[in-house]
């Protein structure tokens, strides 16, 4: 009985190749994968009254849009609420990212925050204790009344975000997009 | 047996690794100001400040004067105010306090009730002097009980200390309406 003919380098070669090759694409597909969940979508998921958003350190759940044309404000009220195990002075974040009006398509100046329960700018927001407030902006004198629309930036957390294990608040991602006519208010 | 010690040394390097890294405590835990647990009705001290904690009461609603005007603020929760005695030892100090509910939150002194008197968010604390100061919070009520008052110097830093008053044995007086000046 004569012995099994030894395989040539060449196609030793050539199979180790192969499964080299197959597991390098596995390894770049599924972090390619992993690349394509993190990536921010370009269309933010639109926003609806009623229901809440998360910004990262608060929620927020948007409730009515008016227009208030004799003192020319648009104003968003809404109830917000902290989601952080403590009291939150930055409640859109640091630096700070409130929603932001877009009129005809030109942003507006940061809203001014009011905290209805004081009719006050809110200064903080306790853990627990959900709030109503209304978002201010000053429309331009020539606006007219048409739709709008409103961009929520969400801040990530990390627990974990460094060498030292150290917990961040990182960047902002564009979370969602509320399209809405306002309501009059005489 | 040549090829096995060196596959048996990187294991162990690995097992070793592992392991120091599940045990690793995170920066949070490992870099803070180091605590002194004070027991109920007894005085603390730490490197720049003292104090200790001399009663507490509950309110629904707070009002005080601003400005020239009588403020009124209520809350869907409770307002707890804390009387404190407190001193400085080497520097002038301003501070800082929280009140650690029973869930563990941290709740930082109000701002909505700027302006009332002798709030210890205003008080510039003396070396040698003692002073009287009110910490007040705004929190649910199934915070008060178990919970505990944390004192520092206004920045808090790492490694410097901070008090941990536990709260009174007795449960706080309520009032619905407290008047304080301004």
Same mark, same amino acid.
């Given at each position: 009985m004569s012995e099994a003919p030894k395989p040539t380098l060449l196609r030793r070669l050539w199979l180790r190749a192969l499964a080299t090759a197959g597991v390098t694409a596995a390894v770049l597909l599924s972090w390619w994968w992993k690349v394509e969940d993190a990536r921010t979508p370009e269309d933010a998921p639109a926003a609806a009254f009623g229901a809440a958003l998360d910004l990262g350190r608060t929620a927020f759940t948007p409730v009515a849009l008016d227009w208030h044309p004799a003192e020319g404000k648009l104003v968003l009220s809404a109830v917000i609420e902290n989601r952080t195990g403590e009291t939150q002075v930055a409640v859109f974040g640091g630096p700070p990212h409130p929603p932001q009006l877009v009129l005809d398509g030109v942003p507006q100046d940061p809203p001014q925050i009011i905290l209805r329960r004081d009719d006050?700018?809110?200064q903080d927001l306790q853990p627990r204790l959900s709030e109503e407030i209304a978002l201010v902006w000053p429309a331009p004198p020539d606006w007219q009344l048409a739709p709008v629309r409103i961009d929520f930036d969400r801040q990530a957390f990390k627990l974990r975000d460094n060498l030292y294990g150290q917990s961040s608040w990182l960047g902002f991602s564009r979370t969602a997009r509320l399209t809405a006519t306002p309501g009059i208010v005489p | 047996m040549i090829r096995i010690a060196p596959l048996l040394t990187a294991a162990a390097a690995a097992v070793l690794l592992a392991g120091m890294m599940l045990t690793n405590p995170d920066y949070n835990s490992a870099v803070r100001p180091f605590e002194t647990r004070v027991p109920p009705g007894e005085t603390g001290q730490t490197r720049l400040i003292g104090g200790r904690i001399e009663g507490w009461r509950t309110a629904d609603r707070i009002s005080f004067p601003a400005f020239g005007s009588l403020r009124q603020r209520d809350t869907q929760a409770m307002f707890l105010i804390v009387d404190l005695k407190l001193f400085g030892t080497t520097d002038s100090t301003m501070l800082r306090a929280g009140w650690i509910g029973a869930s563990g939150r941290r709740y930082d002194t109000t !701002?909505?009730?700027?302006? !009332?008197?002798?709030?210890i968010q205003d008080l510039w604390l003396q070396p040698g002097l003692e002073s009287k100061a009110i910490a007040i919070f705004e929190l649910p009520?199934?915070?008060? !009980?178990?919970g505990a008052l944390m004192l520092s110097?206004?920045?808090? !830093?790492?490694l410097d200390g901070r008090l941990r008053l536990a709260a009174p044995v007795d449960a706080p007086s309520h009032v619905d309406h407290l008047e304080l000046d301004g």
């Open positions: 006050e700018p809110l | !701002a909505r009730i700027s302006g !009332a008197f002798l709030q009520e199934d915070e008060i !009980a178990g110097d206004r920045i808090d !830093a790492p």
